[in-house]
C-alpha cells in the first residue's frame, strides 16, 4: 500500500484533555489556515460553518499555554487568522506524528488488506 493511501486511511487522535482531542480535522483546520489565512476560508474549505470554525479555533487556543491561531477583526480592510509560532509547532507535530504512526503499522495493514474478503469492496 502507497504512503499516501494509508496516510488517508490512518486517523490518529490525541486525548489532550477529557472530551476534547487533537486530530485530523482540527489539524486540517490549522493547515487552512495556515494556507488561506482566514478561519472563515478554512472552514468552507472543509464544508464547515464560520462559527464550527471558530468555536475549534477557541477550543484550541485554550488547550496550549498560548494561543495557536491570531486573528483580527474584519473592517473595511478585512480582518485574517494565522497560526502563530505554537500554532506551527502544534501543526507540524501532529503531522509528524501520524507520518510515524503511517510507518510503524504499514507493514501489517498490508498484511490486513490481503485478508480483506472481496465483499468490503
Known sequence: MKASELARIVR???????GIALGPGKADLLEGIRETGSIAAAGRR???SY???WQLVEELNSLFDSPLVAASKGGS???GASLTRAGIDVLVRYRRM???CCAAIARDVSALSKHRSS???
Open 12 to 18: 490518529l487522535r490525541i486525548n489532550l484533555a477529557p
Open 46 to 48: 472543509m464544508r464547515m
Open 51 to 53: 462559527k464550527r470554525a
Open 77 to 79: 480592510g478585512g480582518g
Open 98 to 100: 501520524h507520518a510515524a
Open 119 to 121: 465483499a468490503a469492496d
